[in-house]
């Protein structure tokens, strides 16, 4: 059980291999989890609480810390802004820049790299750009037979900077280029749970149900739902980034073996009850064969999500049971009035509404998660 769980982990990269698997005072085993890992795991790992306690390195293998101060000398980690959390996305490694000391960036290159050997790409996020709030990406290091960096990029063919990678997340591998798509690990539970909920209503019905995602990204709330046989009938899945449904027709089962094939501003159907689309979700509603035709709506802008909903309410079917599952980012102060919220733009009964505090976001903002039952 305990290795089935450590593999579980290490493919949905939230173990922390830095670390050692040990027991516990208890006679437990304590399996180290990485900074990727979400708050709360999913219900694969039932009966398995996350708690704090301290970690112990494995001695044959050094932690990056410890390379960083044998590179540069004692004191110097404590001393400068460097944070010791990164974001692993398959094999890329991603650090912001603005925990960066350049001074000691070559340093901070050779020590992560070397103690995550299975890492190809090293980028410093500069931040989100545009409409799509893509990150702003720069390589600074690549692993070919060797371990590059600074001027010695400048001879390295440009195709080893693709930071096009595979991504695991519960139990599949997403396609995706994080400086072309959104996409965020930290989603991973709130996504299970959402395909635990839809999974419970369409029992509930005994039928398939009509799922619609017009945020759909590269499809990671879909594409494990479609895993499961006789849970999703009609489909609708749509971006307003075209780069989003380039890798979705990659992502998603029933698309793989069709040619890329939608029109901007526009929805198509390429296989009947499949619709694609790449338009402003809000513009959905104005055609009428979308109107009341679906049964599950998934809201994943968290930034917007409030000022979108009632524009996308004319989808949902008018009568009869129907689900709602959306996550918002909002001031800590005002999560207590967010049922108050919800019911007054979905126009339903506050005890209709489930409201779950996810994490914190920044130093004012939570993200919360909310699931509308009727």
């Given at each position: 059980m305990t290795q089935q769980t450590i593999d579980i982990l290490r493919e949905s990269g939230w173990l922390d291999t830095e670390h050692r698997v040990r027991p516990y005072d208890d006679g437990h085993i304590l399996i180290p989890l990485n900074d990727n890992a979400p708050s709360e795991l999913p219900p694969t790992f039932v009966n398995?609480?996350?708690?704090?306690?301290?970690?112990?390195?494995?001695?044959?293998?050094?932690?990056?810390?410890?390379?960083?101060?044998?590179?540069?000398?004692?004191?110097?980690?404590?001393?400068?802004i460097i944070t010791k959390s990164h974001e692993i996305l398959g094999d890329l490694l991603i650090q912001r820049y603005d925990e960066v000391n350049e001074q000691y960036l070559s340093a901070f290159i050779q020590s992560k790299m070397e103690t995550h050997p299975r890492i190809?790409?090293?980028?410093?996020?500069?931040?989100?750009?545009?409409?799509?709030?893509i990150r702003d990406l720069q390589p600074i290091a690549v692993r070919t037979d060797r371990l590059v960096w600074g001027e010695g990029l400048m001879d390295l063919e440009s195709n080893l900077f693709d930071p096009t990678t595979d991504v695991p997340e519960n139990g599949l591998r997403l396609r995706l280029d994080p400086s072309r798509v959104y996409?965020?690990?930290?989603?991973?539970?709130e996504r299970q749970n959402t395909m635990n909920e839809l999974s419970q209503f369409s029992a509930e019905l005994g039928r398939p149900i009509n799922v619609c995602d017009p945020f759909c990204g590269v499809g990671p709330a879909i594409a494990p739902m479609l895993r499961e046989e006789?849970?999703?009938?009609?489909?609708?899945?749509?971006?307003?980034n075209p780069d989003c449904l380039l890798f979705l027709f990659h992502n998603v089962k029933p698309l793989r073996e069709l040619k890329p094939?939608?029109?901007?501003?526009?929805?198509?159907?390429?296989?009947?009850?499949?619709?694609?689309?790449?338009?402003?979700?809000?513009?959905?509603?104005?055609?009428?064969?979308?109107?009341?035709?679906?049964?599950?709506?998934?809201?994943?802008?968290?930034?917007?999500?409030?000022?979108?909903?009632?524009?996308?309410?004319?989808?949902?079917?008018?009568?009869?049971?129907?689900?709602?599952?959306?996550?918002?980012?909002?001031?800590?102060?005002?999560?207590?009035?967010?049922?108050?919220?919800?019911?007054k733009i979905i126009d339903c009964n506050v005890e209709d509404i489930e409201v779950r505090v996810r994490k914190q976001f920044n130093a004012t903002d939570m993200l919360t998660a909310f699931i509308v039952r009727r």
């Amino acid at each position: 059980m305990t290795q089935q769980t450590i593999d579980i982990l290490r493919e949905s990269g939230w173990l922390d291999t830095e670390h050692r698997v040990r027991p516990y005072d208890d006679g437990h085993i304590l399996i180290p989890l990485n900074d990727n890992a979400p708050s709360e795991l999913p219900p694969t790992f039932v009966n398995l609480p996350i708690i704090d306690a301290k970690p112990v390195l494995w001695k044959s293998r050094e932690s990056w810390q410890s390379r960083f101060t044998e590179l540069v000398g004692e004191g110097v980690l404590e001393n400068v802004i460097i944070t010791k959390s990164h974001e692993i996305l398959g094999d890329l490694l991603i650090q912001r820049y603005d925990e960066v000391n350049e001074q000691y960036l070559s340093a901070f290159i050779q020590s992560k790299m070397e103690t995550h050997p299975r890492i190809r790409l090293m980028l410093i996020d500069h931040g989100v750009k545009g409409e799509f709030r893509i990150r702003d990406l720069q390589p600074i290091a690549v692993r070919t037979d060797r371990l590059v960096w600074g001027e010695g990029l400048m001879d390295l063919e440009s195709n080893l900077f693709d930071p096009t990678t595979d991504v695991p997340e519960n139990g599949l591998r997403l396609r995706l280029d994080p400086s072309r798509v959104y996409f965020s690990s930290k989603l991973q539970y709130e996504r299970q749970n959402t395909m635990n909920e839809l999974s419970q209503f369409s029992a509930e019905l005994g039928r398939p149900i009509n799922v619609c995602d017009p945020f759909c990204g590269v499809g990671p709330a879909i594409a494990p739902m479609l895993r499961e046989e006789g849970l999703v009938g009609e489909l609708l899945v749509n971006d307003l980034n075209p780069d989003c449904l380039l890798f979705l027709f990659h992502n998603v089962k029933p698309l793989r073996e069709l040619k890329p094939n939608f029109t901007p501003n526009n929805l198509v159907e390429p296989t009947p009850g499949l619709f694609v689309g790449c338009m402003d979700a809000t513009q959905i509603s104005t055609k009428a064969d979308q109107c009341g035709r679906w049964d599950a709506l998934l809201v994943n802008l968290p930034h917007q999500t409030l000022s979108l909903l009632s524009a996308l309410l004319p989808l949902l079917r008018p009568e009869g049971p129907m689900r709602i599952c959306g996550w918002t980012i909002i001031p800590e102060s005002e999560v207590n009035e967010l049922p108050d919220k919800l019911s007054k733009i979905i126009d339903c009964n506050v005890e209709d509404i489930e409201v779950r505090v996810r994490k914190q976001f920044n130093a004012t903002d939570m993200l919360t998660a909310f699931i509308v039952r009727r």
